[in-house]
């Protein structure tokens, strides 16, 4: 995964492993329903097959009017 931030006086770009995408995946769904029927190692599997598949997706991707970005890529 890779998070790139760019505002106006900064801009930088956290490189994290895919087990941590799992992580937050599995932690939301916890956390939503009380329960996960997902295991860690079968999001994670999921997600590098979504990668291969699909090359690399957006995630997330925030634009503000005074310039600021966010992307969030798989």
């Given amino acids: 995964m890779k998070i ?4 106006e ?3 930088f770009t956290l ?4 087990c941590f995408g799992s992580f937050m ?3 939301m769904l916890t956390r939503e329903s009380g329960q996960c029927g997902y295991s860690l ?3 994670h599997k999921e997600l590098k097959k979504a990668r291969k598949n699909f090359g690399h ?3 997330v991707d925030v634009r503000s009017a005074n310039g600021d970005i966010v992307e969030i890529t798989l």
Avoid at 15 to 18: A, N, S, V, Y
């Fill in 4 to 7: 790139k931030i760019k505002t």
């Fill in 9 to 11: 006086g900064t801009k």
């Fill in 15 to 18: 490189f994290l492993p895919m």
């Fill in 25 to 27: 995946i599995k932690n």
């Fill in 41 to 43: 190692s079968y999001l």
């Fill in 57 to 59: 997706i957006k995630i």
